[in-house]
C-alpha cells in the first residue's frame, strides 16, 4: 500500500470548484487523498476546515486547510513550481485574475440563472450567458487571447481551469433546459477553445461522464419545478437545491 | 520613475472610492510615482470606458497604457510589478498568502455586501439585522487579525499588507456609518484589536495622506443623496 499523502481533498463529485482542484493536481503530476462530501450534510472534518464557509473544495496539506477554489490554485501552482498554470509576467498574471474574478462574478451566476428559471425569466438569462459570452468570445478573437491556442498559452493554465471546469454545464444545461447557450457559429473561438480543452487527457480524467450529469441536473430540475409548481419565471428553489445547484455551477463561495 | 515624455503609471478613481483607495495606499507603499485621474461623477470618461469596457468601473490603473481592473488585483499586480520597492504587500510563504487571500476575499465575498445591505436597509428591524451582520464579520477579523499579524500591529505584520488594505479601505465610510446609525461597529471592548488596528492604519504614512476624512465623506453622501447618484466604485 502507498503511504499517505500529505495531500487531502475535500470535495463534491459534481462541483465545478472540485474538479478545478482535481485538475490543477492532476497537471502538477500530485498524488492526493479524495473525501466525498454531500453539499447538504457537510462532514465533520468539512465544518472544521472550512468554519466560514462550510464548503467545498477544502486542500488539506498536512492537515493544514486551504479554501476557495481560485486560491486554492494559486496556492498549488506556488508551492509546486514545475509546469506552472499561472503566466510568469505580472500583467499577463493579472488579466488571468481579471477574467477569473468575471468567471466568477458574471459568468457562473447567469448560467446558474439558466438552470434555475423558467418563462421570460430563463430569456433574460439566456440572454445574459450570450452577454458574456461574447465578451469572452472579444477576448479570445482581437484581445488578450488573441491567436493563443489557451488562454493559458500552449498549455492549460488558470484561467482555462476555472472557465472550463464549469463550461461542461453549459452543454448539459443545452440539453436540459433546451435552450442554446454557445452556439458554433455565434461564438467559434470559444467554442473550439472548450473542445480543445475537453479532449486534454487530465480533462477527461477529471471531468464526470456526461449522462452523469445530464442525469444529476434533471434530477434537481425535477425537484425544482415540483416545489416551484411552475408558478414563477424564477423558481423559489428551497434551500437544498439551491444549494444542489450552487455546489454544481458555483461550488464554493469563490 | 516617470519615463520620457510622461508619466508611465495613472490610476482612475475618485477621491471618496474606497477600492480607489486600495489602490492608492499600495502605490504609496511601493513609493510608485502616479498620475491621479479623478473621474467626474456625473459622467464616465472615455478613457475609463475604453480601459473597463467589461464593469466600467474605477478603479482602473494604466502602466505603460495597459490597464489592470480590480481594486485587490491592482493591489497584487503592484507587489508584483514592483518587487524591489518598499515592502512585499503579500508575505512570501504560499500558505500564509493563502490565508491573506482568504480575509481579502472575505471582506469583498461577505463583509462589504453586509455593509451594503446595512445602508439599504429600510426598516428598524433590516437595519438591525443588517448591522448585526456586520458585526459578525468583523468578529471574524478580529479573530483572524490575531492569527495572521502574529503579534505585530497590522494583518500583515509589522506593516500594512494585503489584508490591512482590503479592510482598511473602509474605515473613512465606516465612521460615517456609526454617526449616522449610531452602532458601535469596532467597539473597543469587544475588539480590542481590530480597534486599535484602526487607529494605527488610519494614521500610518501610506495611507493619511490620500484617506478622506470622514466628516468630507458625510458631506460628500449627503450632497449625493440630495440629487439621488450614487459614485461609480467597484
Known amino acids: 500500500m502507498d503511504p499517505p499523502s500529505s495531500l487531502k481533498l475535500l470535495g463534491s463529485w459534481a462541483d465545478s470548484h472540485t474538479h478545478r482542484v482535481q485538475l490543477a493536481l492532476k497537471l502538477k503530476g500530485l498524488e492526493f487523498e479524495y473525501q466525498e462530501e454531500d453539499a447538504i450534510n457537510p462532514s465533520p472534518a468539512l465544518l472544521l476546515h472550512n468554519p466560514v464557509y462550510k464548503k467545498v473544495p477544502v486542500l488539506l496539506h498536512s492537515d493544514r486547510p486551504v479554501v476557495e477554489s481560485v486560491i486554492i490554485l494559486q496556492y498549488i501552482d506556488e508551492t509546486w513550481a514545475d509546469n506552472p498554470i499561472m503566466p510568469a509576467d505580472p500583467f499577463e498574471r493579472a488579466v488571468a485574475r481579471f477574467w477569473c474574478h468575471f468567471a466568477e462574478d458574471k459568468l457562473a451566476p447567469a448560467v446558474g440563472a439558466v438552470f434555475s428559471s423558467s418563462g421570460e425569466g430563463q430569456k433574460t438569462a439566456v440572454d445574459q450567458v450570450h452577454d458574456n459570452l461574447k465578451l469572452l468570445e472579444r477576448e479570445l478573437r482581437d484581445g488578450a487571447f488573441k491567436e493563443k ?48 480543452f475537453e479532449e486534454q487527457n487530465e480533462v477527461k480524467e477529471t471531468i464526470p461522464a456526461i449522462d452523469k450529469l445530464l442525469e444529476y441536473a434533471r434530477g434537481i430540475r425535477q425537484m425544482m419545478l415540483s416545489l416551484s409548481n411552475g408558478t414563477s419565471t424564477t423558481a423559489p428553489a428551497a434551500a437544498g437545491t439551491t444549494s444542489a445547484i450552487n455546489v454544481a455551477v458555483d461550488g464554493s463561495s469563490g | 520613475m516617470a519615463a520620457a515624455g ?56 494604466l502602466h ?19 518587487p524591489a520597492a518598499g515592502r512585499a504587500i503579500l508575505p512570501a510563504d504560499p500558505y500564509e498568502r493563502a490565508l491573506h487571500r482568504f480575509w481579502a476575499s472575505y471582506v469583498d465575498d461577505k463583509l462589504n455586501p453586509s455593509g451594503a445591505a446595512l445602508s439599504k436597509a429600510q426598516t428598524e428591524e433590516a437595519k438591525v439585522e443588517a448591522a448585526g451582520q456586520v458585526i459578525a464579520g468583523l468578529k471574524l477579523l478580529e479573530e483572524a487579525f490575531g492569527r495572521l499579524s502574529k503579534g505585530e500591529g497590522f494583518f500583515g505584520g ?33 475588539m480590542p484589536l481590530l480597534a486599535r488596528w484602526a487607529e494605527r492604519f488610519c494614521a500610518h504614512e501610506a495611507v493619511k495622506a490620500v484617506m478622506p476624512e470622514p466628516e468630507r465623506l458625510a458631506e460628500f453622501a449627503r450632497k449625493r443623496a440630495a440629487s439621488a447618484k450614487t459614485p461609480p466604485a467597484n
Not at chain 2, 502605490?27 to 470618461?45: A, D, H, I, R
Not at chain 2, 505603460?64 to 514592483?82: F, L, N, Q, R, T
Open chain 1, 149 to 196: 491556442r489557451f488562454f493559458g498559452g500552449d498549455k492549460i493554465g488558470l484561467l482555462d481551469i476555472v472557465l472550463g471546469c464549469g463550461s461542461y454545464w453549459l452543454a448539459v444545461f443545452e440539453e436540459v433546459m433546451e435552450v442554446k447557450l454557445v452556439d458554433p457559429g455565434t461564438f467559434p473561438v470559444f467554442h473550439a477553445w472548450l473542445k480543445d
Open chain 2, 158 to 190: 509589522d506593516d500594512i499588507g494585503y489584508v490591512d488594505i482590503a479592510l482598511g479601505c473602509f474605515l473613512g465610510w465606516l465612521k460615517v456609518t456609526e454617526k449616522t446609525s449610531g452602532v458601535k461597529f469596532i467597539d473597543e471592548e469587544k
Open chain 2, 64 to 82: 505603460h497604457g495597459k490597464p489592470i481592473c480590480e481594486s485587490m488585483i491592482i493591489v497584487e499586480y503592484v507587489d508584483e510589478a514592483w
Open chain 2, 6 to 61: 510622461g508619466i508611465e503609471v495613472k490610476l482612475i478613481g475618485a477621491w471618496p472610492s474606497p477600492f480607489v483607495l486600495r489602490a492608492r495606499i499600495a502605490l504609496n507603499l511601493k513609493g510608485v510615482e502616479y498620475e491621479f485621474l479623478q473621474e467626474k461623477f456625473e459622467e464616465k470618461s472615455e478613457l475609463l470606458l475604453r480601459s473597463n469596457p467589461v464593469y466600467k468601473k474605477i478603479p482602473v490603473l
